[in-house]
T-cell receptor, first 114, second 116 residues
Framework: SQELEQSPQSLIVQEGKNLTINCTSS?????LYWYKQKYGEGLIFLMM?????EEKSHEKITAKLDEKKQQSSLHITASQPSHAGIYLC??????????????FGKGTHLIIQP | GAGVSQSPSNKVTEKGKDVELRCDPI?????LYWYRQSLGQGLEFLIY????????KSGLPSDRFSAERTGGSVSTLTIQRTQQEDSAVYLC??????????????FGPGTRLTVL
């Protein structure tokens, strides 16, 4: 089965600093999703990456999928208190048609210090 | 609706009681998923519905868990004879077509279940 490892597990960053979160898969990623979760709330969809080398940005968050499609990174520029939360990467375990539940990493807990 | 809704938001029950959790997916979404999130286990996939088709139940943790989806829309997750280890946040998600690697799952706010 596919496993996703996220690093770091937790991160404390001073407001205004940049940061990077990594997600590494034991198998080829056919769809890689980044979500953000605030404590006690559901998951908020951030971005989906499908193609090797793909990069997407939204506001100050950029996500990349490497060429071999086994690693993704999430980069936040000039962090703000609103970026605090738990970041989760999720992956589809299969290629092609049909769907199944996503496999998720354990999450990265991000704290922004003012 | 505008997003996935779940009810109740919180449920406290006594060990041995049955509970029913409800999920209302985004209008028009054919695929619906249930997950469980507990401390130390992370997010765990439970079951998936595509329209009205019979789901694959192999991800359910025990035979005390069952789920149904009526009319291709609302879904209920039922836990019979609840145990303390069932305490977790139960999350529901829906997606437009349920196509692996090309379809985004949108999550509801979850139901926090506490079994005393």
């Amino acid at each position: 089965s596919q496993e996703l490892e996220q690093s770091p597990q937790s991160l404390i960053v001073q407001e205004g600093k940049n940061l990077t979160i990594n997600c590494t898969s034991s198998k080829t990623l056919y769809g890689l999703y980044w979500y953000k979760q605030k404590y006690g709330e559901g998951l908020i969809f951030l971005m989906m990456l499908q193609k090797g080398g793909e990069e997407k940005s939204h506001e100050k968050i950029t996500a990349k999928l490497d060429e071999k499609k086994q690693q993704s990174s999430l980069h936040i520029t000039a962090s703000q208190p609103s970026h605090a939360g738990i970041y989760l990467c999720g992956a589809d375990p299969y290629s092609g048609g049909g769907a199944d539940g996503l496999t998720f990493g354990k999450g990265t807990h991000l704290i922004i210090q003012p | 609706g505008a997003g996935v809704s779940q009810s109740p938001s919180n449920k406290v029950t006594e060990k041995g009681k049955d509970v029913e959790l409800r999920c209302d997916p985004i209008s028009g979404h054919t695929a619906l998923y249930w997950y469980r999130q507990s401390l130390g286990q992370g997010l765990e996939f439970l079951i998936y519905f595509q329209g009205n088709s019979a789901p694959d139940k192999s991800g359910l943790p025990s035979d005390r868990f069952s789920a149904e989806r009526t009319g291709g829309s609302v879904s209920t997750l039922t836990i019979q004879r609840t145990q303390q280890e069932d305490s977790a946040v139960y999350l529901c998600a829906s997606s437009l077509i349920g196509l692996a690697g090309a379809d985004t799952q949108y999550f509801g706010p979850g139901t926090r279940l506490t079994v005393l």
